[in-house]
């Protein structure tokens, strides 16, 4: 079965610096892996998707992650941290793609604090 | 267009008692997924209807869970007997497809007294 473990619980940073949160997955396959952010009281968003085209994946509002086999990580980034990127980010891998359909499978979360 | 929506937002209930969740779609997705996130964990997943059939039901967790989606479209979460245990939150997400992007709704908050 698929899985992905996200290394840090907590991540800290001030804004107009660098983020970095940190997964790495374990797929007996060519994984489909993703990246979903989670503010307060909404729904899970896509930041960004990687389905073994290119191995740098550019996401929404800047975010970009890089699939790195060798590695099996998928750490996503960002140049600067706004306060707005607050929130809980996952990495989830696919399932059962052969199945036809995505079942994902979540990491525990990271959550980004930003400061002023 | 209006994303998924879940009803009710939140929900508070007592230990042995039955309550339905329900999700609505974004129009024209046939697939419609289930899930549940319980405090300081991801989500982890329950069921997937492609239509009004259950392709995957391997998620739920025992035979008090068990979902419905009789016309293709919106979806009721069921749990019979509910236990402290069960408190989590529920998410819907529905695609165009089943290989699609999934896109999720805000969740109702389970509590079981």
């Known amino acids: 079965a698929q899985s992905v473990t996200q290394l840090d619980s907590h991540v800290s940073v001030s804004e107009g610096t660098p983020v970095l949160l940190r997964c790495n997955y374990s797929?007996?396959?060519?994984?489909?892996l993703f990246w979903y952010v989670q503010h307060p009281n909404k729904g899970l968003q896509l930041l960004l998707k990687y389905t073994s085209a290119a191995t740098l994946v550019k996401g929404i509002n800047g975010f970009e992650a890089e699939f790195k086999k060798s590695e099996t990580s998928f750490h996503l980034t960002k140049p600067s941290a706004h306060m707005s990127d607050a929130a809980e980010y996952f990495c989830?891998?696919?399932?059962?793609?052969?199945?036809?359909?995505?079942?994902?499978?979540f990491g525990t979360g990271t959550r980004l604090l930003v400061s002023p | 267009g209006a994303g998924v929506s879940q009803t009710p937002s939140n929900k508070v209930t007592e230990k042995g008692k039955y309550v339905e969740l329900r999700c609505d779609p974004i129009?024209?997705?046939?697939?419609l997924y289930w899930y549940r996130q319980s405090l300081g964990q991801g989500p982890e997943f329950l069921i997937y209807f492609q239509g009004t059939g259950a392709a995957d039901d391997s998620g739920l967790p025992n035979d008090r869970f068990f979902a419905v989606r009789p016309e293709g479209s919106v979806s009721t979460l069921k749990i019979q007997r509910t236990e402290r245990g069960d408190s989590a939150v529920y998410l819907c997400?529905?695609?165009?497809?089943?290989?699609?992007?999934?896109?999720f709704g805000p969740g109702t908050r389970l509590l079981v007294l």
């Open positions: 989830v891998v696919s399932d059962t793609v052969s199945a036809g359909f995505q079942k994902l499978v």
């Open positions: 129009s024209g997705h046939t697939a």
């Open positions: 797929s007996s396959y060519s994984p489909s």
């Open positions: 997400a529905s695609s165009s497809g089943g290989l699609e992007t999934q896109y």
